[in-house]
């Protein structure tokens, strides 16, 4: 059924998938409180109503999470994404995860006061710097130059929403 | 005959200028994504689909088609001179194709993928052209019973065999399923699954999911595996074809078109299996089967036509039953959505000038992308060159852009994070994105076809048994549901009569 | 002292090797042939595959000269990593092979050429293919 090979080893691999299978276990027990909040509102032009559709998805996610577990246990694992520019032999690397959701914050706190233009050249930036670009004027610049193009591509020519934030009028 | 004056009808209306130029943006930067490490045609379509809503969707879906196909060949080109397949339906071509590479012969393994591609997908769209409206016909008949039951073949399908643990893939499927039930229900207007965050009553947008689980997810995943190693770049003359090479060509072309596209074309087949078939077919069919695993030609002309027929046949239940069976189709059609366009079996009756447009685009495409290749290969093979630390603050820049654009609100940026770091989680533990997209743009749909079948029996459950369709539609599943376990019983007997 | 050769598979790198060669001979001093693979792409066309590099200390040792071949795989600018080498063997001449670019394609990417010149400590020898 999954992909866990004859436990030779014994005793569980990879302990993190553990908290895998008790995230979906939480979120089938939300879903289900969820679901016994909304009043029964079923009607003969809809004999079931709202709630019978998340109460079974609830119930299911609870089921699949304990199997899950059982799995695990058992000493199945998921095999990690592979890809061109992947290499799996090596440590996660935390640091830059944090710090590139630390950009992706930035720029949500930002977008509104500032603007796309200023607040994309910093996601920008930020990224590539996370991402270990230590040509810091290349990067801000191909940042600014981004952020410049997109707007007046897509916010102007195409009408796609990008506000100008504190540039309105200068842009 | 009907069919082909619709078809004509199409051609005349892709042929404007703007839109030619559109086709050929398309299969540009579809190219152009196929070559780049860590993007894929699903990921680009997401990403520029909340621009695309300036457009007509007639303009968008060309624009689509034009990276789904062009995606196709860009990834056989890195395949080909770097051993790096990017989609798991390239890896086959990888085998033969980079060993050719490495003995001189780059120059026609490009080519004969190139032109493979070619005859694959034009047969491969005219196919489309044959079978799309008769599955139309049979499904415009369909009631909500047997809709719903094809929906849950289409679930199974996706979870069962495409993953390699049906139980993650389930688990993938569950959580897209719950996300799509997010916000007000149709009928009733309760508010489900929203915590009283008002931006969350008119759901999550499939938009975002699909930004935060391809790009984001992708782009987290990537930067924190990032391989600190240049690859070489094997180089790569004009693409050219020997006479010899064309014959050992040819015939593998044909019979991977014929391997690839029904594989499309059901739920779940994907890329990998036909590619892959086709791969062990050649073998064993080859003249020179001592040159296998050392650079044989039909090891890449086979597997790559397979691989664009099978995604000629993706389009028959994408656009006759608003079905997705990989994801790029799957966001095509969440792109549909977003123009208030339904996508099902009325989508040919309703939006006929759209679906033949699509289709004569794909023709247009197709042969763009041959006369584009085959002269510019070694210039996308400079593209690999691109430093990673841009490239992938390049995917998270578009990502944001994209995910904002869509409502005009910060809380989705702060969504599509949340989600990048689900779709982060999932590629650290093995489970399959495709289920839980399928699930976030079907759920609803399930969900409604579902209500309606009771809603006619007045809430009894064999309501939902409708008629014959759905019976088999009901047995593919438990088939599929039950398989492993049947091949295990197999395996057992015939290993307890070995025994004994 | 050493005689420092930067080097890429193709003509420049290969003109940079022969005039390397010369440089050495005349000098009396070891060869150290650097080629350097960035780490940030996921191709490097400066790459040079082992073949090649096994080629040229075969080539090298073929000469009779006291030389090294090294590929380095850290670091994202050539220019830097050979100025780095070039202090650590205190390297009495570096080669480079030199491309023609024209003024806008140095503003748009500078010139690792430019900046080896103007930084290195020791005299350079740029070099053209014939």
């Known amino acids: ?56 998805l609830g119930v299911l996610l609870v089921v699949v999470a304990v199997l899950y577990a059982v799995d695990v246990a058992r000493g199945g694992r998921g095999e990690e994404e592979a890809g061109e520019d992947v290499d799996l032999s090596t440590r996660a690397d935390w640091k830059t995860i944090v710090m590139l959701a630390a950009a992706f914050v930035l720029n949500a706190l930002l977008i509104q006061p500032l603007g796309w233009v200023i607040s994309g050249s910093v996601l920008f930036w930020g990224s590539a710097f996370a991402l270990g670009n230590r040509h810091h004027l290349r990067g801000l610049a191909i940042g600014i130059a981004l952020s410049l193009a997109t707007f007046y591509a897509f916010a102007i020519g195409l009408g796609v929403n990008l506000p100008a934030g504190i540039l309105q009028g200068i842009l | 005959m009907d069919n082909l004056n619709h078809l004509l009808t199409g051609f005349g209306d892709v042929l404007t200028p703007l839109n030619l130029a559109l086709a050929l943006l398309g299969v540009t930067v579809g190219t152009g994504v196929g070559v780049l490490p860590g993007i894929g045609p699903a990921m680009t379509v ?16 060309i624009l689509f088609a034009g990276i789904f196909y062009g995606g196709m060949y860009g990834g056989s080109t890195t395949s080909i001179l770097l051993n790096t397949p990017g989609e798991s339906s390239s890896v086959v071509t990888a085998i033969e194709g980079n060993k050719m590479a490495k003995a001189g012969r780059a120059a026609q393994a490009l080519a004969t993928s190139a032109i493979g591609s070619f005859i694959a997908g034009t047969i491969g769209t005219m196919l489309i052209v044959l079978v799309m409206p008769q599955v139309v016909k049979f499904a415009i008949s369909l009631g909500a019973p047997e809709y719903f039951a094809i929906i849950l073949v289409a679930f199974t399908g996706v979870t069962a065999v495409l993953g390699s643990s049906r139980l993650r893939g389930f688990a993938a499927l569950l959580v897209g399923l719950t996300i799509s039930i997010v916000g007000i229900d149709f009928v009733t207007g309760q508010q489900r699954l929203t915590m009283g965050i008002p931006q969350l009553a008119d759901g999550i947008d499939v938009v975002v999911v699909a930004v935060g689980i391809f790009a984001v997810g992708e782009a987290l995943w990537v930067a924190a595996h990032l391989r600190h190693k240049a690859a070489e770049v094997i180089p790569v003359g004009q693409p050219w074809m020997g006479r010899s090479d064309w014959r050992r060509s040819w015939k593998p072309w044909l019979r991977g078109t014929v391997l690839g596209f029904p594989f499309g074309a059901i739920p779940a087949g994907g890329a990998e299996i036909p590619t892959v078939l086709s791969y062990m077919t050649e073998k064993k069919l080859s ?153 976030v743009i079907l759920g609803r749909l399930a969900e409604r076809t579902g209500r309606q079948s009771l809603q006619l029996s007045g809430g009894d459950l064999s309501g939902l048994l409708g008629g014959p369709v759905s019976w088999v539609a009901y047995g593919v599943v438990v088939l599929v549901l039950v398989w492993p376990l049947l091949a295990k019983a197999l395996v057992r007997t015939r290993r307890s009569e070995a025994a004994a | 002292m050493t005689v420092l050769v930067g080097f890429v598979p193709n003509p420049f790198g290969e003109a940079a090797l022969t005039a390397g060669v010369a440089e050495a001979r005349r000098r009396e001093e070891p060869l150290l042939v650097v080629n350097m693979s960035r780490d940030d792409v996921l191709a490097d066309a400066h790459r040079a595959g082992e073949g090649e590099l096994a080629r040229v200390r075969r080539d090298l040792d073929e000469l009779g000269l006291t030389s090294e071949v090294r590929r380095i795989e850290e670091g994202n600018d050539p220019s830097e990593v050979l100025l780095e080498v070039a202090g650590e063997v205190d390297a009495s001449v570096i080669v480079i092979g030199l491309r023609h670019r024209s003024p806008v394609g140095k503003l748009l990417l500078g010139s690792s050429a430019q900046r080896i010149l103007l930084d290195a400590a020791c005299p350079v020898l740029a070099v053209k293919p014939a």
């Not at chain 1, 939300?30 to 679901?35: H, I, Q």
């Not at chain 2, 997401?46 to 879906?61: K, R, S």
């Open chain 1, 1 to 56: 059924m999954t992909d866990h090979r004859p436990s030779v080893m014994t005793g569980v691999r990879d302990r993190a998938q553990f908290g895998l299978c008790t995230a979906l276990g939480l979120l089938g027990v939300f879903v289900l409180v969820d679901a016994s909040r909304i009043g029964a509102a079923s009607s003969s032009n809809d004999p079931i109503g709202p709630r019978p559709v998340p109460i079974l």
């Open chain 2, 46 to 61: 997401a990403l520029l689909l909340p621009i695309t809503y300036g457009m007509h969707p007639t303009q968008a879906m």
């Open chain 2, 287 to 439: 003249k020179h089967p001592e040159e296998f695993g050392k650079g044989a030609i039909e090891g890449v002309a086979g597997p790559e036509a397979a691989n664009n027929a099978s995604a000629a046949g993706t389009l028959v239940p994408m656009l006759a039953l608003g079905l997705p069976t990989n994801a790029t189709a799957a966001i095509m059609l969440a792109a549909l959505q977003g123009y208030g366009i339904e996508p099902g079996p009325l989508l040919l009756t309703k939006e006929p000038r759209l679906v033949w447009a699509l289709i004569a685009s794909l023709f247009i495409g197709n042969t763009l992308l041959l006369v584009l290749n085959l002269p510019l290969a070694p210039a996308w093979a400079k593209l690999l060159q691109i430093p990673r630390p841009y490239l992938y603050a390049g995917i998270l820049f578009f990502a944001s852009m994209g995910a904002y654009a869509v409502n005009a609100q910060p809380f989705d940026l702060f969504l599509l994070l949340a989600l990048g770091l689900l779709g982060f989680a999932m590629r650290r533990f093995g489970l399959p994105v495709l289920p839980l997209i399928v699930g």
